[in-house]
């Protein structure tokens, strides 16, 4: 069975005047099975009082489950907290659910989570891992550890999806980490490294203003899963300042 994944940093819904809705709109053109979103707002101050995860789900018509990494105070909203995490938008039933923060060697960093989800698919059910790493080397040298750790423990060694912003260029030693496990879906497919940035968002060759760009998220799957494609979605609307990647793959009968 061929499903679609989507990952998507969505910059908690505020960088492009639509708001949320530029978001949904991204994700309602490339209809994904799948979507794990990276820096998610839950009543946050910065982006109002408003679940993004659920208000997505609704506007979309999928399931969906949020993993807090942190509170966003201040309350404004009577007895919520804000938070700031990951999220998973599913057309299939998640029948279990858990957030595991990661390694923070110091508090120079904000707390980083994965989201560990199980999907009921009509394939079978699938383990699905939703994370944002650190923007610093030496944390992500244990963030990787940690999640390779969950990965094994949570699937019981049943077909798993990791997706993410992993703020970690192709040739890190992270990166290099989990495919020692996992099947990298830009590898597989053979795209070249070009073809893989999706920082920041716009059209194909967009670079911020002191010139830097990268590719910063991946798909990675278990290797009893069969890549079939893997792109970046160059969103000239902006919808967030990191461009989704669409993947396909062949899981289960």
């Known amino acids: 069975m061929d499903l679609s994944l989507l990952t998507y940093n969505i910059r908690i819904g505020t960088f492009n005047p639509f708001g949320l809705e ?8 490339l209809r994904p099975d799948i979507a794990g979103l990276q820096e998610v707002h839950v009543y946050a101050n910065a982006s109002g009082p408003v679940d993004q995860p ?10 969906a489950v949020f993993g807090a990494a942190r509170d966003v105070p201040p309350q404004i909203v009577p007895g919520q907290i804000g938070q700031f995490g990951n999220a998973l938008l599913s057309r299939f039933p998640v029948i279990a659910t858990e957030t595991h923060l990661l390694p923070r060697p110091s508090e120079d960093d904000e707390q980083r989570a994965v989201l560990a989800t199980r999907l009921e698919t009509p394939a079978g059910q699938l383990n699905v891992f939703v994370t944002h790493w650190s923007l610093l080397p030496e944390h992500r040298a244990e963030q990787v550890v940690a999640t390779l750790n969950l990965i094994e423990q949570w699937s019981g060694g049943g077909p798993s999806v990791l997706m993410g912003d ?34 920041p968002a716009g059209p194909k060759g967009t670079i911020i203003p002191n010139g830097w760009t990268a590719a910063l998220d991946y798909i990675f799957t278990s290797r009893d899963i069969t890549p079939r494609k893997i792109e970046v979605i160059y969103d000239e609307t902006l919808a967030s300042d990191h461009n989704p990647v669409l993947a396909t793959i062949q899981s289960g009968v």
């Not at 530029?22 to 053109?29: D, F, K, S």
């Not at 659920?54 to 399931?63: D, G, H, P």
Request: charge should be negative; hydrophobic fraction near 50%; proline fraction near 6%.
């Open 54 to 63: 659920r208000w997505l789900a609704e506007r979309l018509n999928y399931e």
């Open 166 to 199: 992993f703020n970690a260029l192709p040739d890190a030693p992270e990166i290099a980490a989990l495919r020692e496990h996992l099947t990298d879906l830009w590898e597989a497919t053979a795209t070249p490294l070009e073809a893989r940035i999706s920082f």
């Open 22 to 29: 530029g978001v949904a709109r991204v994700i309602e053109r």
